[in-house]
T-cell receptor, first 110, second 112 residues
């Protein structure tokens, strides 16, 4: 099975609400990343959090990492219709390789 | 503009045919990667290259081949041995030793 698994698989919210997505992984990591993919497009890097960090912010994004639970969460505050996309977590495997989860499909309704 | 380009955007393959997907980057990145994405799923690593003239198999290399003759280019050939090639193919690159990957726009491969 994949190293990273996102939860929920799909999330539908109203514009202005917050969206929270979770990622669990199985083995120890050096870092965890979150990427965004608009439909039919390539992935865009959002944020990287290292194993010795607990929380990181970037604009409306907040990422937490709990290495004891092997889990991470991505919070998008004050969501916009333009945030509609799939969000993937990725964990490092060494040798610059990443393992991606299956993603959370976020729909933000105007 | 710096970035990664993939061509074509759509590619059609006939039974028994080999097809080649192009990936070019002008970011001066050492490492390049090919991923396959099936509908509603995450990315699976096909091949990766950390340096020119060297590449390694990923998790699903069977039925695919690559070359890395130039730093800027990492073409992927989908051979006739790949029995289920219909998917979205994504190329990425990264600075050597760095974790963040930069992705191209993808190529959608369809079988006629």
């Amino acid at each position: 099975s994949q190293q990273g698994e996102e939860d929920p698989q799909a999330l539908s919210i109203q514009e202005g609400e917050n969206a929270t997505m979770n990622c669990s992984y199985k083995t120890s990591i050096n870092n965890l990343q979150w990427y965004r993919q608009n439909s039919g497009r390539g992935l865009v890097h959002l944020i990287l959090i290292r194993s010795n960090e607990r929380e990181k912010h970037s604009g409306r994004l907040r990422v937490t990492l709990d290495t004891s639970k092997k889990s991470s969460s991505l919070l998008i505050t004050a969501s916009r219709a333009a945030d509609t996309a799939s969000y993937f977590c990725a964990t490092d495997r060494g040798g610059s390789r990443l393992t991606f989860g299956e993603g959370t499909q976020l729909t933000v309704n105007p | 503009d710096g970035g990664i380009t993939q061509s074509p955007k759509y590619l059609f393959r006939k039974e028994g045919q080999n097809v080649t997907l192009s990936c070019e980057q002008n970011l001066n990145h050492d490492a390049m990667y090919w991923y396959r994405q099936d509908p509603g799923q995450g990315l699976r690593l096909i091949y990766y290259s950390q340096i020119v003239n060297d590449f390694q198999k990923g998790d699903i290399a069977e039925g695919y081949s690559v070359s890395r003759e130039k730093k800027e280019s990492f073409p992927l050939t989908v051979t006739s041995a790949q029995k289920n090639p219909t998917a979205f193919y994504l190329c990425a690159s990264s600075i050597g030793g760095k974790e963040t990957q930069y992705f191209g726009p993808g190529t959608r491969l369809l079988v006629l």
